[in-house]
T-cell receptor, first 114, second 114 residues
Framework: AQSVAQPEDQVNVAEGNPLTVKCTYS??????LFWYVQYPNRGLQFLLK??????LVKGSYGFEAEFNKSQTSFHLKKPSALVSDSALYFC????????????FGTGTRLTVIP | ETGVTQSPTHLIKTRGQQVTLRCSSQ?????VSWYQQALGQGPQFIFQ???????GRGNFPPRFSGLQFPNYSSELNVNALELDDSALYLC?????????????FGQGTRLTVV
């Protein structure tokens, strides 16, 4: 069975500081990993994905994420946070074999303080 | 903005009624998935359609049903509405049914059951 844990419901960071949003996963095989962002009253916007290859993945809006197989983690990072980054962030996993659906974590609300 | 559009954006129904939600997938995408996002939760997979056939289903009762049309647009039907069906319903389209490609989400339909 697949599962995703986002251990922090809320992350606060000062504008200009680096940010990290944590995600750990559990799958029976090799994973596809995704990060999505959700703004109020909106659908989810794709940020980045890990399929294979380089463990450091770069995505939209300056975000990046590092796949760590031994720690089963896929933390989202950004070197310098913007107030406009304030939103709800979801980590999702999909097994490479089996069902094609995304399994989402419960989300982390990021607040960037001016 | 993605090319995925959902209608209506908001809907209020009475318990026991039936509802149909609609989704137009992004151009060129042949796979549509539906998710339910309850307040404060991550999206949960309802089912997926690939080339007009159901291609996976989550843990939802049979009163949740769907269709995909030849132009790859899709409908989600929910019969005998219950109060707990109140949620944001998200449609996502992707290029293939293999799971390799990221899903692009619509803005969602907010369903309220009273």
């Amino acid at each position: 069975a697949q599962s995703v844990a986002q251990p922090e419901d809320q992350v606060n960071v000062a504008e200009g500081n680096p940010l990290t949003v944590k995600c750990t996963y559990s799958v029976s095989g090799n994973p596809y990993l995704f990060w999505y962002v959700q703004y109020p009253n909106r659908g989810l916007q794709f940020l980045l994905k890990y399929i294979t290859g380089d463990n450091l993945v770069k995505g939209s809006y300056g975000f990046e994420a590092e796949f760590n197989k031994s720690q089963t983690s896929f933390h989202l990072k950004k070197p310098s946070a913007l107030v406009s980054d304030s939103a709800l962030y979801f980590c999702a996993v999909r097994e490479k074999t089996g069902a094609n659906n995304l399994f989402f974590g419960t989300g982390t609300r990021l607040t960037v303080i001016p | 903005e993605t090319g995925v559009t959902q209608s209506p954006t908001h809907l209020i129904k009475t318990r026991g009624q039936q509802v149909t939600l609609r989704c137009s997938s992004q151009s060129g995408h042949n796979t549509v998935s539906w998710y339910q996002q309850a307040l404060g939760q991550g999206p949960q997979f309802i089912f997926q359609y690939y080339r007009e056939e159901e291609n996976g289903r989550g843990n939802f009762p049979p009163r949740f049903s769907g269709l995909q049309f030849p132009n790859y647009s899709s409908e989600l039907n929910v019969n005998a509405l219950e109060l707990d069906d109140s949620a944001l319903y998200l449609c996502a389209s992707s290029l293939t049914g293999t799971g390799l490609n990221e899903a692009f989400f619509g803005q969602g339909t907010r369903l309220t059951v009273v």
